[in-house]
Each structure stands twice: as structure tokens, then as C-alpha cells.
């Protein structure tokens, strides 16, 4: 692990269909290639879209460690995330349950156990990300409340753009203060940071590995989050390499 403090971050869709996921497994991996060691944890538990990034059976999902195993060590819902070449690590903890674990996982007792999850995590990995859906539910309450730091994404958009601003509101409901706004697929005024779009299919992610523009907003947003610059890297830095190699 880098000799720095763990830190965590939720990563939060200003609108359905933001990028977040997309968004997290992205910075993931850019960290992870810069030697961190990073997890993610997967609180869009309606889309469930991180599993769709992993290969291989999962169990436990992260509804089942909030719900029925409560107990069980995080460790045991972590899938790694293959990448190749690099000296960090990159694990995810997804949902992916049936309805009725989904709507247990979002009760005030759950919520409760996703906030203790997050601070465990915390103590064993340099980065966790939380991928968040909007701010209206229990388990996206839990996730900001109990991250270091909360970022909206938010598509370049008109819709995106008057969602943040919704957004932003939330958060202040809930006591929470907006860090950063990250647009995707395009620049937007009141974004802090942004990530192109890429030619590259969603299934292709990480393409910030490959794409030299998607590692450049990748390595903005991973300042913007942890105050990280991954294109320093060691020697003639990291971002010197993209185009170099594809992981998987």
C-alpha cells in the first residue's frame, strides 16, 4: 500500500444513468495502476451495474452483507478486478440480488451496516470509491454520510447540469457538502472536472489504460476526489504508458 491515509469517496449520479459506475471502476483502476490499492462498493443497488464489469460467480453480494451476513467479514464479498501490469489492486464488492434482498438492503438498519462497511474498508485499502445513485434513499444517505468526500456526476447535459443543482440540495438536507462536480461524455460549466467520451464500449472499462484524453480526466478526477495525481507515477510517470498496453 502507499504510505498515505486511507480514504473514501461516494461517487454520486446526479441523474439515473450518470456514469458512476462507469466513472468508479475507471478512477479504480488508474489508481490501481499508480500502486494503490483501491475497492469499490456497489450502493446502486437498483442497477447493479458493477457486477456487470465482473466475470464469475457472486456470493455474497453486498445486499447480502448488509442484510443476512451481517457479521461475515467484507473480505468475503470482494471480487478482484483483473488487471494486468500494475502494482496496486483493484477489488469490488457488487450487488446482485433478487428483489426482495434489494428492498431489505435499503431499510434504516442496512443503511446502517453500508456506513460500517465503508469504515472498514477504509481501514484496509488506500481508495474506496462508493458508487451512488442519487440522493434519495437510504443507502445513498448512508454512502455520503459516511465517505470523506461526495461528488456528483453528472452527464453534459442541460437535464445534468439542473440536477446537480437538485443534487446539491440534498446533500445540504442531509448535512453533507458537495466537494466536486465531474462531468461525463463532455464539458460542463459548473463541472470541476471532466471525462471525455470514449469510442470503447461500456464492457471495455477501463479504458482510461488505453486512452490517453480518458486518462487525463481520469487522473483530473482522481485529484479532484483524493487530491491523487496518478501522472506522476515513478519515474517518467504513469500516464507516459497509456496506449502502451490493454489490461484483460
Known sequence: MVDSPASSAALVGATGGAGTTRLAVELGALLASDGREVAILDAAFATQGLSDYLSGRIDPDLTTLLTDDRDAPLADGLVEFPLDDTDGRLVCCPAAAPFERLARA?????????????????????????????????????????????????????????????????????GVDLDGVVSVRGDLSVADATVPETTAGAAAAPTCLSERSVATGVADVAGLVFDADPSAGSGYGLLDSVGEYVPR
Not at 468526500?149 to 445540504?172: F, H, I, N, S, Y
Open 106 to 174: 435499503k431499510s434504516p438498519d442496512a443503511a446502517r451496516v453500508l456506513e460500517s462497511r465503508i469504515a472498514a474498508a477504509t481501514e484496509t485499502f488506500d481508495h474506496v470509491l462508493v458508487d451512488t445513485p442519487p440522493v434519495a434513499a437510504n443507502q445513498s444517505v448512508a454512502a455520503v454520510t459516511a465517505a470523506d468526500r461526495t461528488v456528483v456526476v453528472t452527464p453534459a447535459t442541460a437535464r445534468g447540469r439542473d440536477a446537480v443543482q437538485r443534487m446539491r440540495g440534498r446533500l445540504e438536507d442531509v
